[in-house]
């Protein structure tokens, strides 16, 4: 990813040290406070783009400050024509990892069916960690809205074991904070599609609901399920879709694809839960307890005993899970 040249390598305070990624709401740099001898990851954007994800931002950030696993909003500000969010600075995406891993299979095992590419202990972890990160930001009337991969980060060390939630930028209250009342259940129009593709929800995606807490954890439940299964989401197979028959065929595939047949071969638990977050009603607050506990007891019962750290590279599988691990990578 090449750093837009525009932006100058001095803004404000902030000296822009390396470019972390960009995406629709502006591009992210690992930037050195020249007073503070500090380092954040600065998000930049144009003050002309019409779209507010910054502001938004900010809003969420300040409404989600000490919550487990969201990073500090440390600053705001706005120099010539670039406005920024200086955010704590963490370490690699769980798309990175995943990518990571995901490598061709050379040699003989071309042919073979692709691997499952993370373990049963790892996905049990992150389960719990983003179950936790969405009961902790809904607990504060905040939906997430863009729940995926590229937005769950691990922590730098000595945090490595934490997996955060980033990018407020699609998010939205799910409550009026004077009134405490639920936002009014709507149909959306064919507009601007909110949140990523590959893991927003089923009602939002094909039956154009508006987002509520439930789609949030069923982002969750999808993240989990193409993580775990061989080759991942079947829609995700033709990668990033830019072209109007793969964003078709990703809608018919998330459409049509039942729970059942999307977690054959994986643990019943994984079905469970899509099956539960999409039974939710609008209004209803998931079980976030009851999940939590679902996996541990998941991981339990596969040998692994504690899972609240996640751990990357994962730790060699105690004996009796290994005979479970090769059956779901077959
Ligand atoms: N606090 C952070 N620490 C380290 N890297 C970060 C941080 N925030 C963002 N990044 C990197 O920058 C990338 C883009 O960040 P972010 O998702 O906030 O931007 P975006 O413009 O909303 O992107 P998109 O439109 O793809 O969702 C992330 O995937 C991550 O690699």
């Not at 000296?15 to 007073?35: D, I, M």
């Not at 995926?148 to 990018?167: A, M, R, S």
Request: positive net charge.
């Amino acid at each position: 990813m090449s750093k837009p040249k525009t932006i100058p390598r001095v803004l404000g305070e902030y000296w822009l040290e390396e470019h972390l990624g960009t995406g629709s709401s502006g591009s992210v740099f690992k930037a050195y406070h020249l007073k503070k001898h500090t380092r954040v990851a600065l998000k930049v954007q144009r003050k002309t783009l019409t779209n507010a994800h910054l502001d938004k931002e900010k809003i969420a950030y300040s409404l989600l400050r000490t919550c487990k696993g969201i990073p500090t909003l440390r600053a705001t500000g706005a120099i010539g024509r670039w406005k920024y969010l200086a955010i704590g600075l963490l370490g690699p995406s769980l798309e990175s990892l995943y990518q990571k891993d995901t490598k061709p299979i050379v040699g003989f095992l071309t042919d073979t069916k692709p691997r499952a590419i993370m373990d049963l202990r790892t996905v049990c972890s992150i389960a719990i960690q983003l179950i936790s990160r969405v009961q902790s930001i809904h607990d504060r009337g905040v939906l997430h809205r863009d729940i995926h991969l590229g937005n769950c980060l691990v922590g730098l060390p000595p945090d490595e074991g934490t997996i955060y939630l980033i990018d407020f930028a699609f998010s939205n209250c799910y409550e009026d904070p004077k009134t405490g009342q639920h936002i009014p259940y709507q149909q959306r129009d064919q507009g601007p599609f909110v949140g990523n593709y590959f893991f927003t929800s089923k009602n939002v995606h094909c039956h154009l609901k508006e987002p509520a807490r439930r789609d949030d954890m069923e982002a969750v439940a999808l993240v989990l399920i193409h993580l775990l299964i061989p080759g991942g989401l079947p829609w995700t197979i033709y990668g990033d879709p830019h072209a109007n028959a793969i964003m078709d065929f990703v809608h018919a595939s998330k459409c049509y694809t039942l729970p059942e047949d999307l977690c054959r071969g994986i643990p019943s638990e994984f079905k469970d839960f899509l099956q539960d977050c999409r039974q939710l009603k609008f209004t209803a607050s998931p079980d976030y307890d009851h999940w939590k506990n679902t996996f541990r007891q998941l991981a339990q019962t596969h040998g692994f005993s504690n899972i609240d750290r996640f751990i990357w590279p994962p730790p060699p599988l105690p004996l009796e899970s290994t005979k479970t691990s090769l059956r779901l990578s077959l």
